[in-house]
């Protein structure tokens, strides 16, 4: 689900859930003229029409393959890099979308290997919420991260002095982009959750995990999480993306199975209509 929020006037995030390949995207669009909602739909968009693409054997890659990696990591660091191209190119083909880019995080889940990928760029997070704990899977490219990350030894008060939503990476920014791709094994019960810095900006990694567990679906988690990011006040687009992992004897035996809004998959959402 994706939101406006209470102190934005349109809506620069978007979202897509590609069903056929278990891939999930969120990005947070960012630049002048509306540009920013052209940048995360270029994002959504370019990835998913990668996933299509190459789903043929014999399909053409654009980018090098990475023998190191899997296909299934090939394909969403590719996606990501094609995604970053397009955006670049078009920011310096229209003075509309000059400056323009996006965060993004993406998973793809490889049922054949029980493994979820998550590549990200960006402020924009994945989460996992496993046996009443949550874990933040991705780093915040981030200058207030990278500064506690070369000085951690700053004080509360140093802390709060550095600027915040400072972005150090992003999608368009260049015409390369280094993405940050981590792998995880799924559990039976595990949730994770992808989402604009609209949700983690506004609320802690407890109040997360709290409303997760104690949701009965994947709609009300989003649900939840957007009203409780608006009732704390809103200060941004908020989009959520909520993964769970169930029990399916009848079709998969024994292997974990997911659960996403039968209603919500192939969408991209942008400012005001859904496509």
């Known amino acids: 689900m994706t939101d406006v929020g209470l102190q934005r006037d349109h809506?620069?995030?978007?979202y897509a859930v590609l069903q056929e390949f278990d891939l999930f995207i969120v990005a947070d669009g960012m630049g002048g003229h509306r540009a920013g909602d052209v940048a995360s739909r270029l994002a959504t968009d370019s990835i998913t029409e990668f996933f299509r693409s190459t789903a043929n054997d014999d399909a053409t890659w654009p980018i090098h393959f990475d023998a190191n990696l899997t296909e299934d990591e090939n394909r969403l660091l590719s996606g990501i890099m094609v995604a970053n191209r397009r955006i670049f190119e078009r920011s310096i083909r229209s003075r509309e979308c000059a400056g323009m880019g996006t965060t993004v995080v993406s998973a793809v889940f490889s049922r054949r290997r029980n493994r979820i990928y998550v590549g990200h760029v960006g402020d924009s997070r994945a989460y996992r919420v496993r046996s009443g704990a949550i874990q933040q899977l991705?780093?915040?490219?981030?200058?207030?991260?990278?500064?506690?990350?070369?000085?951690?030894?700053?004080?509360e008060e140093q802390r709060a002095e550095?600027?915040?939503?400072?972005?150090?990476?992003?999608?368009?920014?260049?015409?390369?982009?280094?993405v940050d791709l981590m792998s995880d094994e799924p559990h039976l019960g595990d949730v994770y959750i992808l989402c604009?810095?609209?949700?983690s900006g506004m609320l802690t990694d407890e109040q997360i995990r709290d409303i997760v567990a104690t949701s009965q679906d994947t709609t009300e988690m989003c649900r939840r999480l957007i009203a409780k990011?608006?009732?704390?006040?809103?200060?941004?687009?908020?989009?959520?993306?909520?993964?769970?992992?169930?029990q399916d004897d009848v079709?998969?035996?024994?292997?974990?199975?997911?659960?996403?809004?039968?209603h919500r998959i192939a969408v991209t959402v942008g400012d005001d209509s859904d496509s």
């Open 196 to 199: 604009s810095d609209g949700l």
């Open 138 to 155: 991705t780093r915040d490219h981030s200058l207030i991260n990278d500064y506690l990350m070369a000085m951690p030894e700053l004080t």
């Open 11 to 14: 809506n620069e995030d978007s």
């Open 251 to 262: 079709e998969y035996g024994d292997e974990p199975t997911l659960q996403v809004p039968a």
């Open 162 to 178: 550095l600027p915040r939503n400072v972005i150090t990476r992003a999608l368009g920014m260049q015409d390369s982009v280094a």
């Open 229 to 246: 990011a608006n009732e704390l006040g809103g200060e941004d687009n908020i989009t959520v993306l909520a993964i769970r992992f169930l």
